[in-house]
């Protein structure tokens, strides 16, 4: 059962609709009747071209026929007359209509004439004379066919809005497209007529007014948001509604005259003349904003299809509203008065507007008028034929049975009147039950999509393999949706990465779903469709129903988990039949391949997510590995004595080994070496952090070790956790005595070979660095002589694994460095990386970090 708010809502829509189409039609057809009503043509004139302006409050004369008696009284052209014998013509023309048709030839008659740039009224007298020459037969046939088919203007408009509306009374566009159309219809002045009953004339002078000061901004506001949103109304929204205020203003103001009007207060501020202008810049500059947006969204319009229909509405619009746009506004502005031809040429352009939009409607399936036409009628014949049916055999078997009856009772007809007619009641009331169930049938026959089920799931399969993103499969369901079951509104919503069920497709696109919606979708726990007039009002949010024009929810969900990944909200049929259990079934087949589509879509997502976290992730070790690089010596140092070569090695892109030489100058130089508790980003960190503690104080070295070694513990100590340490080699090398002092600060104890052979350990002086707060160490000594060797290394060098487990160790690296013993300190340092990476098998495990210095 349809919720009552919705059967209600349609009916104030239908009611409104009615008494908005009565209001037209009896504007329009007295228009048309009194159009026709001209009165006769006068047998005097004076010699003038005249166009009455209501705008001006009088007749403008257009031109004055040279000799004729309205050059001698001084009449001019662009004069403009405002009274006749005394009587105002603001209102109307019927003074000046009356004194013509009672004049003679002879009489004359006052004329109030205001010239341009003349403060005030001159009065000229004028004497009337016969009326001479006449048009040929044949120009004047013509001229009263174009009369007639101009006098049926309205039609036009009326047969192509008050249809639409009617049948899509919930679409707003289609209410703009009437209240446009309306607003066309009361373009052309109200006949001047003098037997207008006083109240019809004051209904049509309201009507004219209001809707002819709309036209412009009802124009913008129909083009803004139809067939699709303009680019000018998503920028400025607030647009069509700032241009609707002064039309409104504009029309109640000159429901008295017949004519929008400018509010007294204004036009006592602008004159006359400046307010008549303004009025005028805003009606042709709500028009051709109008006419721009349309361009602009045909512009825009991402889909071929819309961009069709956009294309036919814009030319029907320019070649329609443009030549009056152009004629009109030389008019207004110039008073250029174009021959009658012009006139008439213009009038006719018109008809273009309402026609092309009824060709959109027909050939372009503008608002899906056509599909409701075809099937309606369709349905309406088979149905209401059906019916007819059941009538025919029911008086055709009740014939027959009392005919039967007489024949064989001796009773005769009297009985078998009553008889019949009683069988007759009987074969109705069953056969309206057999109606009953067939007209159900007839409903999903008729109302069924031109598409078969079966073709539209499989070629829906065979697309879904191919969809790689939300908005393709959006895109694919709402094509498939709406061509089995033409529902009003569509809108899919599929979960974005953020979680959010997000509009990828249809009328909702880029908005977030209503949290009723989801709620209700998340407790149903299927992916059966959801008919909410099924529902009982209590159990979801009608406001928010009624706003997105839900009536059928389905919801999408994922093949592993049954999670919610989606939803299709479709609005009601454009059949205004309820979806059926064969439509509700084709929906949860598709369903069902959406949730499997959305399932490889994520599981690509996540996918393509983990490759970017690892090409990311490598990019930044890649830099982290440039910045340390940079942190580590980029030359050796150059000394009398001593020559140096270092190296790091490390396991990952970064790590925690760490060597510098410190240059103290005059022949000075510190050795330093370090191994960092943790490898990769971790190790790097703590690396950078005693590096920049040691170099930010190392001159401290000169006067005092080991002062600044508790300087460099206390900040490591207070820098890192308690289980992160360092272990150190920090030596002092003097050139000028050759003297190397040093502390070893539980670092893997150096290899100094001497150049006699004997090979001896610079052992531990004290503990590591940065595991305790109290801590201090000793000094220890060595003076070098040419030809001695020192290899200072990290635990990398000799724990490295070869066959059999086997550990590299520093049996191995001293026997290189007595092979090598000779060699620069560069060319040894090449000599035990080689080795040791030789003896190694598979991955390195730890950061290889080794310093050679030569003494010469």
Known sequence: MEPRTSTTRRAWLLAAAIVFAAASVLYSAAWMYYMRQAPPQASVE????????????????????????????????????????????SASREPETAAWMAARPGDTVELTVQRPG??????????????????????????????????????????????????????????????????????????????????????????????????????????????????IDRRLPWLK?????????IGIEGVRYGDPRVPAFIANLLGERGANSARLVYLYASVVLGLIALAATARSEPSPEVRRKI?????????????????RSAQDFARWQPPFWLNMTYTLALFLFPLSFAYAVVKHRVLDIPVLLKRSAR??????????????????????????????????????IPVGATFGVLLITAGTEVHRRVRKRLDRAFFRSAYDAQQILEELAARTLTVTNREGLATLLERHIGDALHPQSLAIYLKALDQRLVAHAGDATGREIA??????????????????????ADALDMESTEATGAECLVPIRGSDDGDLQGLAVLGPRLSEEPYSSGDKRLLASVATQAGIAMYSIALAEKMAQSMEAERRAAQEMEIARQVQAKLLPQQSPTLATLECAGRCIQTRAVGGD?????????????????????????????MANLQANLRSQYALALQDIPRLLRSVNHLFYKNTDDCHYATAFFGFYDDHTRTLRYVNCGHNAPLLLRACGTLERLDSTTTVLGLFEQWDCEVSERELVPGDVLVIFTDGVTESVGKNDQEYGEERLMDTLRSQRNQSAAALLDAIVADVQRFSVGEQADDLTLVIARCV
């Open 46 to 89: 004076l010699g003038f071209e005249n166009d009455y302006r209501r705008d001006l409050g009088g007749d403008l004369i257009t031109s004055v026929v040279p000799g004729s008696p309205a050059e001698s009284a001084g009449l001019k052209p662009n004069d403009c007359i405002v009274a006749v014998n005394g009587s105002s013509l």
């Open 118 to 231: 003349e403060p005030r009224p001159r009065v000229l007298h004028g004497t009337f004379r016969a009326r001479v020459g006449s048009r040929p037969t044949s120009y004047l046939r013509l001229v009263s066919w174009l009369d007639e088919i101009t006098a049926s203007f309205p039609v036009f408009f009326l047969i192509v809005g008050l249809p639409v509306l009617f049948m899509r009374l919930e679409d707003r566009n289609a209410w703009l497209l009437a209240l446009l159309f309306s607003a066309f219809v009361g373009a052309p002045s109200v006949p001047d007529m003098a037997n207008i009953p006083a109240l019809l004339r004051s209904y049509m002078y309201a009507y004219r007014a209001i809707f002819d000061g709309m036209i412009g901004a009802m124009l913008y506001l129909f083009f803004a948001v139809f067939p699709a949103r303009s680019p």
């Open 241 to 249: 509604w700032a241009l609707l205020v002064p039309a409104v203003v």
């Open 311 to 327: 294309r036919v509405l814009l030319w029907g619009a320019v070649a329609g509203i443009g030549p009056a746009i152009i004629i």
């Open 379 to 416: 349905y309406l014949v088979v149905e209401r034929g059906f019916v007819a049916l059941l009538l025919v055999i029911a008086v055709v078997a009740t014939i027959l049975l009392a005919n039967a009856f007489s024949a064989r009772f001796s009773v005769g007809a009297r009985t078998a």
């Open 515 to 536: 949290p009723d919606l989801a709620r209700l979708a998340s407790r149903h726990g299927s992916t059966q469709p959801i008919d909410l007039s099924d529902l009982e």
């Open 658 to 686: 760490y060597y510098d030489f410190l240059d103290f100058d005059s022949g000075r130089l510190g050795l330093v070496l370090a191994d960092i508790s943790g490898k990769g980003i971790s190790g790097a960190l703590l």
